[in-house]
């Protein structure tokens, strides 16, 4: 069933949108039928399981650590992680910096913005992410490269009100592409999920998270 899941989203999105496999809690064996069917994004939100199947797995999977990220489980993920989507602070972008430039590699990050209306621990607020960008401190990190901004919707069945966050979301990249020092490679816009794709994308999102839509809810 995981290759026709995967076929089904694939021939329904478009062509320039990104699906990023959420493996999280799933076995090898899940990953391996995905990646034969010709996947290679896959999303992992803890580090040593990431790790383990960063290990375990083909060296071409394109890793996305998609959960909130520790400065201090930075260091082991940076030799191979393709792109960390949850960073809300300086002090993790400069960790990130860090790791990367010991690992002679230059490691892609998105910007987590809070717009659900749950409360929430994580993810910077409009204001908080001009500051960053504006910082002489940003403009020093020579081994990160910002590629954009990641958010989640609220957990709702009011289409109007996923539309109106997504469409805030989108906003916001577009606004920050005008000040960020490299606006070429700020190009990506992740949100979405198995529940709110379709919208997300019709909102302008090029990455999809998408977990059991692909691999089925257990």
């Known amino acids: 069933m ?11 999105i478009p062509t320039n949108v990104v699906l990023v496999a959420v493996s999280k809690t799933k076995p090898n064996e899940d990953i391996l039928t995905a990646y034969d069917s010709g996947q290679r994004h896959f999303g992992e939100n803890k580090v040593q399981e990431l790790n ?22 930075v260091k082991y993920i940076a030799p191979f992680i393709h792109l960390i989507h949850g960073v809300d602070s300086i002090k993790l972008l400069k960790e990130i910096n860090k790791q990367a430039k010991k690992n002679n590699r230059t490691i892609e990050c998105l910007l987590q913005f809070h717009i659900a209306s749950e409360q929430s621990k994580f993810g910077l607020s409009r204001a908080q992410a001009i500051e960053i960008i504006l910082s002489d401190e940003f403009n020093a990190l020579n081994n990160v490269c910002v590629k954009g901004v990641m958010g989640m919707a609220s957990f709702t069945s009011d289409h109007n009100q996923i539309e109106e966050e997504f469409s805030v979301l989108k906003a916001i990249f577009d606004e920050l592409k005008n000040i960020i020092p490299y606006p070429n490679s700020f190009d990506c816009i992740s949100m979405g999920m198995s529940g709110d794709y379709k919208i997300a ?3 302008g999102s090029n990455m999809i998270r998408i977990g059991s839509t692909i691999f089925g809810s257990r």
């Open 52 to 73: 383990q199947k960063q290990q375990q797995l083909p060296k071409d999977i394109n890793w996305h650590m998609i959960g909130h990220l520790q400065t201090n489980k």
């Open 201 to 203: 994308i019709k909102k």
């Open 2 to 12: 995981i290759r026709e899941n995967l076929q089904h989203i694939l021939n329904d």
